[in-house]
């Protein structure tokens, strides 16, 4: 992934990446907000992290839906320093496409990535 290295400008999202982001979002939209079940090479969110991602999405006011593959047209990675600045668009029942999206970082870690989910949130 070097050449998509670049703090000046978003890239699509590595299509390696994108089943387990599915994942977290399938996990949230179940209602496991600290990711208890385990999906592998993803971190647990805490309980406050967890309550605040509950509260926007309810908020929200809209039911979360798994990942169409229209998702990956608009969602965006960004080398940081360190890490990949990662924005997932969101979909609902309601809407399709809605104005949530789920914000994470993706490091390296040995031969594989780790995933920290950092909130869900309107920008």
């Known amino acids: 992934m070097s050449e998509d290295m670049s703090e000046d400008r978003q890239t699509p999202v590595p299509a390696i990446w ?8 399938d996990a949230f939209r179940e209602g496991d907000f ?9 971190s647990p969110v805490s309980p406050e992290d967890a309550r605040i991602i509950a509260d926007n999405i309810e908020d929200y006011g809209g039911t979360l839906v798994s990942l169409p593959d229209e998702a990956w047209e608009t969602s965006v990675s960004q080398w ?21 999206v789920l914000d994470l970082r993706v490091r390296e870690h040995g031969t594989g990535y780790l995933f920290e989910v950092h909130l869900v949130y309107v920008p």
């Open 80 to 100: 940081m320093d360190g890490y990949w600045h990662v924005l997932v668009d969101l979909y609902t029942e309601d809407e399709g496409a809605s104005d949530l």
């Open 18 to 25: 994108r089943p387990t982001l599915a994942a977290i979002v």
């Open 34 to 42: 600290e990711l208890s079940r385990g999906i592998p090479e993803v």
